[in-house]
Every structure is written in C-alpha cells, then in structure tokens.
C-alpha cells in the first residue's frame, strides 16, 4: 500500500538486542519481497533497533525528520480539520470511540463531527491521547480518542468537524465472501467489540456463509428477533450480552455463540458448513398474499388468497409444512388460484397481513 501511494517510509528492524539476530539476512529477505533497503541495492532508509532497550531510538527519530524535512513537509495546523479513523469500538460505559490520527487542523472538544459522507457523528465530547491524559486540542500527526460520537464510526473513513469541505475516504465497506453460484448454508448475525475485527471476520468468512447483520457493541435484542426471524444463530467476537439478552435468546431458542480469537471462530463456521447438509432447491408450486390472520386455540391460521400455482396440505413455506388447508370449516386437499383458504403452518412463523407466501414442494 505505501509504495503504490508512493509514500515515503523508513525501516525499523527491531529486537536486534537479542543474541544471534541476523539483520543481514532480514535486509536480504527484504529485497527477495522487493524491498530494497540501504547498503542492499536500494534507497530505503533501515534502522535497526531495540525498543525493549531504547537503542537506536534517537538514530530512528533523526531518520524520520530527515525524511520529512527532505519531503518539505509543513505544518498543517492551519487548514480545515480532518482525521482518519484508525480503531473504533462501542464501550459500554462511554459509548462510541474513535482512536484517530490527526491529518491536517486541529480538534478540539465540543466541535462537530461528521464523516466522508457528511453524517453527523455528533459532538466531540472529550479527547484522549494514548496515555489516557485528557486534552484541549489535538493537532496534526496526534493519535488521540475521540469521545462522545452518536454512533461508531467505520475504520479508515475520514472524519471532519467542517460538513462543506470535500474528504476522501479509503474505505470501503467489507461485504463477506460471496461466490457465484454457492448456495447460502448458514445464517449469521456477527457482533464484535471493535470495527477492526469486524472488517476482518467479514473479509475472512468463508463462502456459504450469510451475514444478516453486523454491528459493533453488546448484543441487543433486536439482535435476537433477527436470528429467531431467519432462524440463525449470533456469533460474537469479545461482544458482551447483558443477563436479559441471554434470557430472551434462551426463550427463543436463538443460540448465541462467544470467541476471543478469530481463527477459532472461523473453524467454527467451516466445521458447521462440512456438516450441514444442504437440500437440493424445492420447485416453487405457488404463491398467496395473506389477507388475515386468526388466532385459533393458540393456533395462527393464516388466512390468504392464492395469487398463483396451488397449495396442498404437506407443501411447506420456508421449513414449515402445511399442517392444515380449510376453506370455511372444511379441511381440503389442495386450493387454486384466486381461492381463500386458511393455513395452519408447523412451525409458526413469524409473518404478517400484506405479506406473500412462497409454497414449495416437499
């Protein structure tokens, strides 16, 4: 990435403090990659140092003002604000963080903020640098926290207190892997404690794999009526669920799966999907607007009006099967279209007046 944006860098080789490093051989391996360093065919400053030990750190900080000084980089304090989302997190008693590297302007609490594309995040509320000290402002090439958002920011956007100037964003927002033809064999809903490990999970999942929806934060219980609706299942990295969270997922019967490494995760996904048989494709036989819903001895019947094709006792609508077709109070084997009917499905599910059924054969 730095050397198709053709920015300058400098190469630190760290740990040389331990007994029997062979730095010869890094700059050799670096130039088999195509980085050419200092002393082995190229231009690329290399420093080797020990930060355990601090040595080499001067030489290091010289190296990089060198360069700058050499770029005829300036201050940039003077122009409209603007920073890059480096890490971005939901914490549970402070609400959406932004860990930020300050391009240009400067932040200071109280300003707005708005990301690349105009969205209000709110005001900033505080600002931290790394050492948890709070600040007044923050300037160019500050890492710092932003406090206090409305919502958590993506990472690598751009983020700006001044709506009306035009930023640029790298980012891009991760899709899970998709491929065509592959049939979906699970369904998830992924939480994760920080944006970073989110994009990374989404760009790792493995095809087969559908995310019905990602978010960063504590599992909520929104979270669970999708699962329990789409009948998936919650996976979560480092993402907490409160007491009552757990107690509707166990009522719903929504299973909610937890990880704190990333391949163990994975694994998980692709153990299931080996396991998970896929049935072939059922033939559509038709389809029916629901015009009513009963409630009959704790029962729904669905009350509907066959748009076309037919329905029989025995079809099934998603995984349920047609337990019961009754026109009236007579049970029937099979209506057409542009008749009413009642349905009876086993199991229930959770569908509403307006909305089109899909029959299939069994």
Do not use: W
């Not at 760009?203 to 934060?217: D, M």
């Amino acid at each position: 990435f730095i050397k198709e944006a053709g920015i300058p860098y400098v190469v630190a080789i760290n740990k040389t403090d331990i007994e029997g490093i062979n730095t010869q051989k890094i700059k050799a391996d670096l130039a088999e990659i195509g980085e050419y360093v200092e002393g082995f065919g190229g231009n690329v400053p290399v420093v080797e140092i020990s930060a355990k030990t601090g040595k080499n750190i001067d030489s290091l900080l010289e190296t990089i003002i060198l360069l700058a000084d050499l770029q005829d980089l300036k201050d940039t304090s003077d122009q409209d604000p603007q920073a890059i989302v480096l890490e971005s997190q939901m914490d549970p008693n402070r609400g959406p963080l932004a860990t930020v590297i300050i391009k240009s302007g400067l932040f200071k609490p109280h300003q707005p903020l708005f990301d690349s594309t105009k969205e209000s995040l709110g005001k900033i509320r505080a600002i931290f640098d790394f050492t948890g000290h709070n600040l007044t402002q923050a300037g160019p090439s500050d890492p710092v926290t932003f406090i206090g958002l409305t919502k958590v920011p993506s990472a690598g956007d751009s983020l700006t207190s001044n709506p009306n100037i035009k930023i640029t964003s790298s980012y891009a927002a991760p899709q899970s892997k998709a491929r065509d033809g592959v049939e979906t064999k699970l369904s998830i809903v992924l939480k994760s404690d920080v944006a970073g490990s989110l994009e990374a999970i989404l760009a790792a999942l493995p095809a087969g794999v559908n995310v019905l929806g990602s978010s960063v934060g504590q599992v909520t219980e929104s979270d669970v009526e999708l699962a329990k609706t789409e009948s998936a299942f919650i996976v979560c990295f480092n993402a907490r669920s409160n007491a009552s969270v757990k107690k509707q997922a166990q009522i719903e019967n929504v299973e909610i799966q937890n990880f704190k490494i990333i391949y163990e995760l994975l694994d998980d996904l692709r153990d299931r999907l080996a396991k998970k048989e896929v049935a072939p494709k059922d033939k559509e036989i038709g389809q029916a607007k629901i015009l009513k819903l009963f409630n009959h001895e704790g029962k729904t019947i669905y009350g509907v009006r066959i748009l076309s094709g037919k329905v029989r006792t025995g079809d099934l609508v998603n995984d349920s099967v047609i337990a019961s077709v009754r026109v009236g109070r007579d049970s029937v084997a099979e209506v057409k279209k542009d008749q009413e009917c009642g349905l009876i499905l086993e199991p229930q599910l959770d569908f509403r007046e307006g909305d089109t059924l899909q029959f299939h054969s069994k």
